[in-house]
Nanobody, 115 residues
């Protein structure tokens, strides 16, 4: 069973940037990976997806052009570069397989956008 550990969150002003990291306890080279987020009072949503090879990515319109997902299969790590951050990006961010596996959710990393 793979476990994911997210890091890199913090408090950032609107317009700022953050880079999140997701370290997996095992190999992810054959796994389609995603970053998800959950804001207070809202359901968890997928904000970025990357296929096994890293050659194809997907973003919803809400983050397209601002977020970039990447992966380093040799390091079993997935990254999320977030630019031009907005207050509505405030949430706990998680990584998991796509589609997600219930038992693989980590603790997440909190991203707070505020002036």
């Amino acid at each position: 069973q793979v476990q994911f550990g997210e890091s890199g969150g913090g408090l950032v002003q609107p317009g700022g940037s953050l880079r999140l990291s997701c370290a997996a306890s095992g190999s992810i080279f054959s796994i389609s990976m995603g970053w998800y987020r959950q804001a207070p009072g809202k359901p968890r949503e997928l904000v970025a997806r990357i296929i096994e090879s890293g050659s194809t990515t997907y973003y919803p319109n809400s983050v397209k052009g601002r977020f970039t997902i990447s992966r380093d299969n040799a390091k079993n790590t997935v990254y999320l570069q977030m630019n031009s951050l907005k207050s509505e990006d405030t949430a706990v961010y998680y990584c998991n397989k796509v589609p997600p596996t219930t038992g693989y959710w980590g603790k997440g990393t909190l991203v707070t956008i505020s002036s």
